[in-house]
Every structure is written in C-alpha cells, then in structure tokens.
C-alpha cells in the first residue's frame, strides 16, 4: 500500500456560531485621469515648463492650452510661478508615486452590504446566508461575552482584514486600477447585526496504514483555523467515552463473529488486512464484508446500498410479504452528527416501495435511537429535530443494546450491517466504527434474534423498550403534565 495512503474511520459535523452584519463604510480609492489633463500633469511633473512650450509639445493651439491650464489650476493641479511656468501643486503631487509613473486621484466612495463572520476567530466566511440550523453536528462553543460584543468586534476585524475580505472576492470596490489604486477604509459608519446562522464544518478523522491518528486539516473557508480546531478538541472531549474494547469483546462474542477480531493488530487497526478482507468478502457473494466508518459515510452507504437492493431484487422476485428494516443506532456522542445520516434514512424510506402504477410495500423502515428513558425530553427534542420529516418511523428505544457500543441496520433473515464504536480516548480523539456487512443466513440470524430479543423486551412490568414513535412519545409527555 501507499504509505501516503490515509483512510477515514470517522466523520462529524460541527456548527461554529457565526452572526451577520449589515455593514455600511465609506472609503478612498484611486481613479485615473482624462487624457489632456493626465498628460499635460504627467509632463509638468518631469520638470515646469510655460504653457506655450505644454503648446508645441501636444500640438495645442494657443487657445486649447490656455483652456487645459485654466481648468488644471482651477482644480488646484497647477499654479504659475514667480518665473512665469505651471509647476504642480503640493495636492498635485500627491498624485504621482514615483517619477513618471500614472498620477492617480483619490476619489471618496460609499458602500456596503452584508458580511458574515464566525465567532471564534471573526473570519469573514462569506456574504450568502449559510441557511442551517442547529441541528446533526456537534456545537462548538464560544464565550458569551463575544456573543453579546459581536456587532463591535465585527467592526474591528473588518477594519483588520478589509484587503483580505477584498481579495477573497467578499467585497468589491468601483475602482479597477492597479495595486497603488487598492482602496482604504475612510470610515466605519455603521454595523448593524441581522441575524445568526451555523457554519457547517464537515472533519474527516482519519488514520494512516498503520492505525496512528493523522492530524486534523485546516479550514479552506478559515483564514485561521487555529482557535476553531481549540474548539473542536474541547468539543470532543465532552462527547467521549471511557474506553470500551473489553465490552466490544463482549459483544463479537454475542454475535458469534470470530472474523472482526482478525482486523486488529497489537496497537490499532490492520487496513491492509481490512482492505484485502474487503475484496475477499465481495467474491464470496457478501459473506463477510467488513468496512470502517460510520454506515452513512459515502463510500459505506455505497456498499449497503448496493447489497440492499439485490436483497430488494429477492423480495420483489419471490413476491414475499412486506417485511421490517430495523436500524438500531448506538449510545454514542458521535453517531448522527452529520446531516448525512437523515440523507440516508431518507433514502431507506423512498427504496421502501416500488414505482409504477402498483407500488408495492418491500418493507417498513424504523429507525431505533436511544433514550435514557420515555421522559428523556432532552434527546427526544434533539433526535425530533434532527429526523423532523421522519416523524412516523423514527423510534425511541430505551438504551442498553450490547451495551449501547453496537449499531445495526437489519432486514431480518436477509442482511444484517453490524458497526462496533470503539472508543479509545487515549489514543483517538473521536470513536471507531468498524464492522461488517453479511447475507450469510447464519450469521443474519444471529443478528437478528439479539435484536429482536432487545428491542420486543422490557425494562420491567409493563415498560417496553420500544417507547414507540418520537412524535407520538412527545404527545403523550405533555398530555400526562
């Protein structure tokens, strides 16, 4: 393998709070010149000269000069000296930077519009409203005082980074002159804050071939990065888990998988056992696949997908009665933070039932996701707004399955997708799901009675594990208050 080769094992969201501004300013660019008047102020400068000698030397009548001079002094360019000759004024003179060069006038310019900016750092991130809420990513917080002092601080960086927001393309000046025309700030006359959206920032953790973290990259869209990435690592540490490999241990053994634990060296993750497993699995008809990242990650979803609808293929074929798809998610900080996960139930529900004139039902989607119990208002509010168009097939589930470290998507009898999220805070900063896909009968059927032995069990005497839809579990909380 490549040793420049790094695979990614997780991917997350993060929302850094950033306001917009109505900002409004006043500043001094540089214009050129008309013709006779650049010129005749271009010659003058090299050295004074009578308005005869400006005359012979453009080819000027007499009265075409005087009228050229008359208006260059009434505009205060030049004046007659003692001698009799034009000379340039001190004002004049300010026009030109070096001997020769284009005379350039400053000209005073009104403009504005409306800027974002973050609220880490105050990089300017664009002027387009960014449109997200706060939802499926992890917030990155940041000082309340910089909240309540944003309208001043937006003004001072702008006053900073002015050339720089300029270059990035964010604003643009009337001026199209070459760089000793750049426009500078006259003055700041208003900035007014409008409102405030997330920026979205979508990290890629990923490990080398031989399993060692890689360090996080930059921000394109930052011009620091640095007090952003401080946030990201506080984030992370809130969301972790003690470490879990004794209990994931625990888990392949529940689920009869002798083959996971082989993916593994003495420190990490072996990918060139994994990738080689990969393709083996794949030969064999999908007996054994494993993969590592969350399931909702482009490359995995690609793999499910293609291994969903042969299994859909099978159903329509042998015109089998419509049954379940269960995806279960895991107790963990990680999982779901990323608008890719709602994307891809979204695509489990539309691949539910054929087209045509007679769809057919293949099957009846329900996503499980974790509740400490059916008062959880908290994560109930989180996960409704997150899965806000999937009122009816998103389910509470009273959290415990195989400790709450393993995620699985199921059609029962048919394929079962496995993900165990290992956490190992001492040596990766967020946790690793790594797993497999199989339609091997044996194994889905190990799979599917955990599952369905779990999620139809109860806690106690008439408290399910199931807690039923979210929409409906909200409905009953406040009917019973």
């Given amino acids: 393998m490549n040793q420049d080769v790094n695979i990614a094992y997780h991917e997350v969201d993060f929302l850094l709070p950033a306001h917009r501004f109505d900002i409004r300013l006043s500043y001094v660019t540089k214009k050129g010149l008309p013709f006779v008047r650049e010129f005749v102020l271009r010659l003058v400068h090299i050295s004074p000269m009578r308005p005869s000698d400006i005359a012979t030397y453009f080819g000027l009548s007499k009265r075409e000069v005087n009228e050229a001079v008359t208006d260059l002094i009434e505009k205060g360019d030049l004046e007659f000296s003692e001698s009799g000759q034009v000379d340039l004024t001190s004002k004049s003179r300010g026009y030109f930077v070096a ?16 800027f974002a900016f973050e609220l880490a750092s105050f990089n300017c991130v664009g002027r387009k409203r960014t449109h997200e809420k706060r ?41 199209l002159e070459s760089d000793s025309g750049r426009p500078s700030i006259y003055t700041m006359e208003s900035v007014r804050k409008l409102g405030q959206e997330p920026l979205r920032l979508t990290t890629l953790f990923s490990i080398d071939q031989e399993g060692i973290p890689v360090e996080r990259d930059d921000f394109d869209v930052l011009g620091d990065s640095s007090t952003v990435q401080e946030r990201i690592t506080d984030s992370l540490a809130i969301c972790r888990k003690p470490m879990n490999f004794k209990k994931i241990a625990q888990a392949m053994v529940a689920l009869e998988d002798q083959e996971t634990k082989t993916l593994f060296n003495d420190h990490s993750v072996d990918i060139t056992n994994l990738l080689a497993a990969q393709q083996a699995g794949r030969l064999q008809d999908g ?31 042998e015109k089998a009665p419509s049954t379940e798809l269960l995806w279960v998610a895991p ?21 539910s039932t054929t087209t045509g004139k007679k769809p057919i039902k293949l099957y009846d989607p329900k996503l499980y996701l974790p509740l400490q119990e059916s008062s959880d208002r908290r994560a109930i509010n989180r996960w409704k707004q997150e899965f806000s168009e999937h009122d009816n097939a998103v389910y509470g589930l009273v959290e415990g399955f195989l400790d709450g470290n393993v995620e699985v998507l199921l059609i029962p009898g048919r394929m079962a997708v496995v ?23 044996k194994k889905v059927s190990v799979v599917t009675k955990l599952v369905e032995e779990y ?21 009953q909380k406040r009917a019973s208050n």
């Fill in 99 to 114: 001997l020769g060069s284009t005379p350039l006038v400053s000209s005073l310019l009104e403009s504005g519009g409306v």
């Fill in 419 to 441: 993900s165990y999220h290992i956490s190992r805070p001492d040596s990766l900063p967020v946790s690793l799901p790594i797993g497999y896909l199989t339609t091997d009968e």
């Fill in 331 to 351: 107790s963990d900080g990680f999982w779901g933070q990323s608008l890719r996960t709602s994307t891809c139930f979204h695509e489990l529900r539309d691949m």
């Fill in 287 to 317: 007996n054994w696949i494993p993969f590592i990242g969350p399931l909702y990650s482009r490359g995995n979803w690609a793999l499910i997908s293609e291994y969903l609808n042969i299994q859909l293929a099978e159903i329509q074929k």
């Fill in 135 to 175: 939802v499926a990513g992890l917030w990155l917080e940041v000082p309340n005082e910089t909240i309540a002092n944003s309208e001043r601080l937006a003004k001072q960086k702008f006053q900073e980074k002015f050339l720089k927001i300029q270059e990035q393309g964010f604003w643009e000046h009337k001026s």
């Fill in 455 to 475: 999620v139809n069990g109860v806690i106690s005497y008439d408290n399910p594990r199931d807690l039923g839809p979210l929409g409906k579990l909200q409905i």
